[in-house]
């Protein structure tokens, strides 16, 4: 018999898990998403990319600011459900919405567990230099990410991989594995395996200001953090003008042979020196404009060899 489940989820990586298991017998009675944020210039209210996608299947959709409020847990434990899927949703789970489906909450987390626990797992993992990373269901528990494993898919991160073709790839690896999890679930057929202790490591939150290009790290650690960062915030340096600084975003580099000043532009073409090797800039937005190929770049803003970036 189909599964009775509650969807929990919110960006466009939760909104491809979504779409998969709409796809699928099992019957999605509500969809639980963060409620509109102020979004643009206009700071006009902007709909979830799970909710916009749950109307368009024509799914109840349930928008709380908490579920720690006792009339919102007997709301959703009214839902009568087997199973709860909860996919980068956003909100701290109490024990109360834990407990309350009839298999408890599962979870599609990204990354291959213990390995990069918290929120930032897809960025944390290219910024290591990680050369495999991969998409997991497992069974939530109140600690962050602790909870026993039930299935897993590896993905191979390329050496090209920037954080959201990393994401995109891995959504459609989460998409794939969490409607196999649910059929296994209902079959009676999955285990539960506990996670390692041993390998556990923390993928925190991307602070705004590590988002700043430090040149005299080496080439390799830079080109891990552009792409680690790409498209979002984004690494960046500042880029003198007779106007004063002007902010430049870095979405892709590719490291080569080069010494000189960290900082210091090596030749016409936007090869820069770094504490080790350098690294040559090939996609670059600067404050308030698009994203351009270096050419492109280069014809609307000139960074001569011997230009010092900041």
């Given amino acids: 018999m189909a599964l009775r489940i509650a969807f929990m989820g919110t960006p466009a990586f939760a909104a491809s898990a ?16 963060q409620p ?5 210039r206009g700071k006009a209210l902007r709909h979830s990319a799970v909710h916009d996608l749950a109307q368009s299947l024509g799914l109840p959709v349930r928008t709380p600011k908490t579920l720690r409020d006792a009339d919102e847990q007997a709301a959703f434990a009214a839902l009568d459900l087997d199973v709860a899927v909860i996919v980068a949703y956003g909100l701290i789970l109490p024990v109360e919405i834990l407990q309350a489906p009839r298999f408890g909450c599962l979870n599609l987390h990204g990354s291959l567990l213990p390995r990069w626990r918290g929120a930032a797992p897809i960025q944390r993992a290219i910024m290591a230099g990680d050369h495999v ?46 409607p196999k999890a649910l059929d296994a679930l209902e079959a009676g057929t999955i285990t539960a395996k506990p996670q390692s202790e041993d390998g556990v490591t923390y993928a925190h939150k991307i602070d705004k200001k590590e988002a700043r290009i430090d040149w005299s790290c080496p080439a390799e650690e830079l080109d891990r953090l552009i792409r680690g960062l790409s498209p979002f915030p984004g690494a960046w340096f500042e880029l003198p003008s007779p106007k004063g600084p002007v902010r430049v975003k870095v979405l892709m580099a590719v490291p080569e042979a080069g010494h000189g000043t960290p900082g210091e532009v090596l030749d016409d073409h936007l090869l820069v020196a770094c504490g080790e090797g350098a690294v040559r800039l090939t996609r670059l937005q600067r404050a308030g404009k698009g994203v351009q190929a270096a050419d492109d770049f280069l014809r609307g803003q000139a960074v001569p060899k011997g230009t010092q970036l900041a």
């Fill in 36 to 40: 509109p944020r102020p979004a643009g």
């Fill in 133 to 178: 990373t991969g998409v997991q269901v497992m069974q939530m528990e109140e600690g962050l990410d602790t909870g026993p494993v039930l299935m897993s898919q590896s993905v191979k991160i390329d050496s090209d991989d920037t954080a959201g073709r990393l994401h995109d790839k891995l959504a459609a690896a989460g998409a794939a594995l969490m």
């Fill in 18 to 33: 979504l779409s998969a298991l709409a796809e699928t017998d099992h019957d999605i009675v509500c969809v639980y998403t």
